[in-house]
């Protein structure tokens, strides 16, 4: 089973900085990660290799830097890692990123069975990524799955969705987005983290690698545009209130009121 694995670069999100000329995020110069959905997403692939066979292709689109990332996930385990990268790319949309990601996969011979997404990442956070890219290759996509079993042909999928246990048979090749409660993800031995870093090799596809005109990528090719961006406000530490139940509810009343939130005659 050839199965390709999307992994995006993510800021830690308390570093998280602004560019508010262009109002975009600067992930250039921001300590970074992989985005942990991602990292379920690459164990789930590994598993699925074990059983089934095949290889495992990771595939990144962001700056330079995401090559760490990709260096990680070669390091796990996977055969081949690709970094679309071109400064063209900039300032993507979920819909521009979806449509160079595609774009990617349908470069590859032989054309991957599986294809497996996070269910939605720590910064951006939108889920739009996965579904996006399963409908621009006109793929099945089954959202949110927490187990994956192969039978023949067909995906056997479970996933909980509001408090029901959802079994779904998919045929392949399909794209799933992938849930926390997916499996644990294992820890790295610094020899594979060695070898990732100095012997293997990443490929890097830019815009003209792909067919790719300036006018569908990045800034120019979103369908969106971001009006404002601005920094959340850092919180500050809770205040916990002891006491009786009778005191504990007073004091909270006077607080709320004090902030405006509760009317005195409420
Ligand atoms: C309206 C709008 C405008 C934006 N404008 C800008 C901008 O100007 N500049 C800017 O830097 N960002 C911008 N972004 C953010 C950028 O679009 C997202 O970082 C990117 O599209 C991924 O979206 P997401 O993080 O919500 O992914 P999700 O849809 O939440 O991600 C789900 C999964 O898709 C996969 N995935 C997502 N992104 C990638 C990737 N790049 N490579 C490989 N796999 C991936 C991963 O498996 C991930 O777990 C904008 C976002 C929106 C909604």
């Known amino acids: 089973m050839n199965i390709v694995v999307f992994i995006k670069q993510v800021p830690d999100v308390p570093n998280i900085r ?65 970094l679309l990268t071109d400064s063209a790319f900039a300032g993507a949309d979920t819909l521009a990123t979806s449509h160079v990601l595609a774009r990617a996969v349908s470069k590859l011979r032989p054309f991957p ?42 995906l056997v999928l479970k996933r909980l969705s509001e408090g029901f ?3 779904i048979r998919a045929p392949l090749p399909a794209l799933l987005t ?13 020899g594979a983290v060695e070898a990732a870093f100095t012997q293997k090799d990443i490929i890097r596809w830019a815009a003209h690698d792909l067919g790719l005109h300036p006018d569908e990528v990045g800034l120019a090719g979103s369908a969106t545009h971001v009006r404002k961006l601005r920094q959340p406000a850092a919180r500050t530490g809770g205040r916990i ?23 005195e005659e409420d």
């Not at 000329?21 to 600067?26: D, H, K, L, N, S």
């Open 113 to 154: 069975d599986l294809l497996l997404c996070g269910m939605q990442t720590i910064d951006s956070d939108t889920g739009h990524v996965g579904p996006q890219i399963a409908e621009e290759l006109d793929l099945p996509q089954v959202c949110g799955v927490n187990e994956i079993h192969v039978d023949g042909d067909l």
């Open 18 to 82: 602004i560019d508010e000329q262009r109002m975009t995020i600067i992930r250039e110069g921001v300590e970074s990660i992989i985005n942990p959905l991602d990292c379920v997403a690459l164990q789930a692939a590994l598993e699925l290799r074990e059983r089934e066979g095949g290889r495992i292709t990771v595939l990144s689109m962001g700056p330079p830097q995401s090559e760490e990332a990709l260096r990680e996930a070669l390091a796990a385990g996977a055969d081949k890692a690709i």
């Open 241 to 263: 209130v002891t006491g009786s139940p009778q005191s504990i509810v007073d004091a909270l009343i006077r607080k709320l009121e004090s902030m405006s939130i509760l009317d």
């Open 165 to 167: 246990l959802d079994t």
């Open 178 to 190: 992938v849930s926390k409660e997916l499996c644990p993800v294992s820890d790295l031995s610094l």
